[in-house]
């Protein structure tokens, strides 16, 4: 989330989180870094269509521009970009993964570097280099390299943590739940 505030973004996890249908284990939530604070959810790991609803969920609560970003069924790297709750924009490495698509769905899930860049101040050329595209995995970088390249390009540490690995991060903030 794009923001310095981390206790309102502790607050907002606290209270959305355990909504999740799916029984989250555990949110982390971590001091800004170049102006965002990250956020990693044991259930969002399992389940990205959780992690979708809790990124659109505190891009709403928090009025703030949300990037919720990671790899789906070990193969294919998705983001999802949201402004104030609205989803301005989504990227989905192998677009028809989960089937073929329109023509206009398949240019949807190509990112628009553009709107990236305005969102979150990234330059829109070096987004575009990011955003590979390929009709399956095997022809592209590794999932982990792609989700790390793309943050690195909107300016976001740490996407190539998932929840286990982020319990480790200085500063850190560890949300239990039973």
């Known amino acids: 989330m794009q923001t310095d505030d ?3 973004v ?4 606290r209270q959305f989180v355990p909504r999740l249908p799916g029984g989250s284990r555990g949110s982390v939530v971590v001091p800004p870094r170049n102006g965002w604070v990250a956020v990693y959810d ?31 069924e070990g193969e294919v790297v998705r983001f999802v970009l949201s402004d104030r709750g609205s989803e301005m ?7 028809e993964h989960y089937g073929p698509l329109p023509p206009g769905d398949v240019v949807a899930l190509a990112a628009n570097p553009r709107v990236v860049a305005r969102l ?7 987004v575009r280099a990011a955003a590979v595209h390929a009709s399956s995995p095997a022809a592209l970088p ?8 793309l943050a690195r390009a909107i300016g976001v540490e740490g996407a190539e ?11 850190a903030v560890v949300v239990e739940r039973r």
Request: glycine share 8%.
């Open 6 to 8: 981390l206790p309102a």
């Open 10 to 13: 502790e607050r907002a996890v």
């Open 42 to 72: 044991e259930l969002c790991d399992r389940e990205p269509r959780q992690l979708r609803r809790l990124a659109r969920e505190l891009s709403e609560r928090m009025g703030a521009v949300v990037l919720a970003i990671g790899v789906e």
């Open 89 to 95: 924009d989504e990227y989905l490495s192998v677009q």
């Open 120 to 126: 979150t101040g990234a330059d829109a050329a070096t």
């Open 142 to 149: 590794p999932p982990d390299e792609l989700v790390a390249s």
């Open 161 to 171: 943590h998932d929840y286990a690995g982020a319990l480790d991060i200085e500063g």
